[in-house]
C-alpha cells in the first residue's frame, strides 16, 4: 500500500522556520524524483519545490529560493522541506509528491501568523 504521511507543520510567526517530513512507503523511493507542493486556502495546487532521486539536483520556485531547501534521505524513504523567513503568503497545506501518480497523503498545515 503506498503511503506519503507529511508533517511538521504548525503555527510559526512570520520570519520563523519550520521543516516539513514526508515519510513514504509502498513504492521505489529512490527510483523517484520527489516534489513539494502546497494549497493555500480559496486556492488552487502551487508547485514549492523539486529534488531529483538521488538529490544531487534540487529546484524551487521563484518566490520559495534562498527561503526553502529541499532535500532527502534515501535510507528512510524521507523527503524534507527546510522552510526559513516564513510569510503569511506561504501559509497552507503542504503535500508531497512523486513523479509517478499515487495517492495523496493527507497533508501537513502551515500557518504563519503573529
Known amino acids: 500500500e503506498v503511503q506519503l504521511v507529511e508533517s511538521g507543520g504548525g503555527l510559526v510567526q512570520p520570519g520563523g522556520s519550520l521543516t516539513l517530513s514526508c515519510a513514504v512507503s509502498?513504492?521505489?523511493?529512490?527510483?523517484?524524483?520527489m516534489s513539494w507542493v502546497r494549497q493555500a486556502p480559496g486556492k488552487g495546487l502551487e508547485w514549492v519545490s523539486a529534488v531529483s532521486w538521488n538529490g544531487g539536483r534540487t529546484y524551487y520556485a521563484e518566490n520559495m529560493k534562498g527561503r526553502f531547501t529541499v532535500s532527502r534521505d534515501n535510507s528512510k524513504n524521507t523527503l524534507y522541506l527546510q522552510m526559513n523567513g516564513l510569510k503569511s503568503e506561504d501559509t497552507a497545506v503542504y503535500y508531497c509528491?512523486?513523479?509517478?501518480?499515487?495517492?495523496w497523503g493527507q497533508g501537513t498545515q502551515v500557518t504563519v501568523s503573529s
Open positions: 509502498g513504492f521505489r523511493f529512490d527510483d523517484n524524483g
Open positions: 509528491r512523486p513523479e509517478i501518480e499515487v495517492p
